[in-house]
C-alpha cells in the first residue's frame, strides 16, 4: 500500500476561493514535499517541511505537519485559474536512503 | 524542465518488443531516476542510479533495466515490453541524496505497449 494517501481525490473550487488538500503517511519520515504536475508535464516541486517543522509558507502556499497524526497539508489560498493541476505529497521515509515515495494525488480544478 | 530532455517523447510498440527510453541531463547531477505513473498508483520508483554505472533497484524494477556510462544519460530498457508496462514514465535528477534534497523532473514519455 501506499506510504503517503492524499485526500480528496479530486476537489473542484472556484477562483479566489482557499483549496486545502491532505496528505496522510504511514512510517516516520525526514521529511515531506510537495509537488505539483499540470497535465501532459512533469512534476514540479513546491515545499519541502521537515519532520522537526510544523508549518512552512511560501507565497500562497501553507503546508503543516503533525507527525503524531502522520499527516500534512498544502494550503493554497486564493486561488487562480492557473493553480488546476494535480497536486501529490512525496515522503523521505527514515531509513530509505532518501528515495521519495509519492502518493497518488489530488486532482485540483479552480474553475474562473 | 531543469535541463532533463526524455525522449522519446510518445512510444507505440508491440509486445515481445525491446525498447530504450532516454533520459538526458545537462545539470551534471550524480543522481537520476526513473518513475513510472499509472492511474490510481501515483508515482513509482523503477530504478535509479548514484553515478556512472552504479545503479539501484526500486520498487518495481521487475522487467526493467537501466544502464548509466556517462553522467548526463541514464537509460531505462524494457527487454521484452509487455501491456502492463503501457505508463507514462518519468526521469528525475537531484544533486545529492541527502534529507531535503528536491528532485526536478523531465517531461515524460508516454509508452503504449499493444
Known amino acids: 500500500s501506499q506510504q503517503g494517501e492524499e485526500d480528496p481525490q479530486a476537489l473542484s473550487i472556484q477562483e479566489g476561493e482557499n483549496a486545502t488538500m491532505n496528505c496522510s503517511y504511514k512510517?516516520?519520515?525526514?521529511?515531506l514535499q510537495w509537488y505539483r504536475q499540470n497535465s501532459g508535464r512533469g512534476l514540479v516541486h513546491l515545499i519541502l517541511?521537515?519532520?522537526?517543522?510544523r508549518e512552512k509558507h511560501s507565497g500562497r502556499l501553507r503546508v503543516t505537519l503533525d507527525t503524531s497524526k502522520k499527516s500534512s497539508s498544502l494550503l493554497i489560498t486564493a486561488s487562480r485559474a492557473a493553480d488546476t493541476a494535480s497536486y501529490f505529497c512525496a515522503t523521505d521515509v527514515r531509513g530509505s536512503n532518501y528515495k521519495l515515495t509519492f502518493g497518488k494525488g489530488t486532482l485540483l480544478t479552480v474553475n474562473p | 524542465d531543469a535541463g532533463i530532455t526524455q525522449s522519446p517523447r510518445h512510444k507505440v510498440t508491440e509486445t515481445g518488443t525491446p525498447v530504450t527510453l532516454r533520459c538526458h541531463q545537462t545539470e551534471n547531477h550524480r543522481y537520476m531516476y526513473w518513475y513510472r505513473q499509472d492511474p490510481g498508483h501515483g508515482l513509482r520508483l523503477i530504478h535509479y542510479?548514484?553515478?556512472?554505472?552504479?545503479?539501484d533497484k526500486g520498487e518495481v524494477s521487475d522487467g526493467y533495466s537501466v544502464s548509466r556510462s556517462k553522467t548526463e544519460d541514464f537509460l531505462l530498457t524494457l527487454e521484452s515490453a509487455t501491456s502492463s508496462q503501457t505508463s507514462v514514465y518519468f526521469c528525475?535528477?537531484?544533486?545529492?541524496?541527502?534529507?531535503?534534497?528536491?528532485?526536478?523532473f523531465g517531461s515524460g514519455t508516454q509508452l503504449s505497449v499493444l
Open positions: 512510517t516516520s519520515i525526514n521529511n
Open positions: 542510479s548514484y553515478g556512472v554505472k552504479d545503479t
Open positions: 517541511i521537515r519532520s522537526n517543522e
Open positions: 528525475a535528477i537531484s544533486e545529492t541524496q541527502g534529507s531535503g534534497e528536491k528532485l526536478f
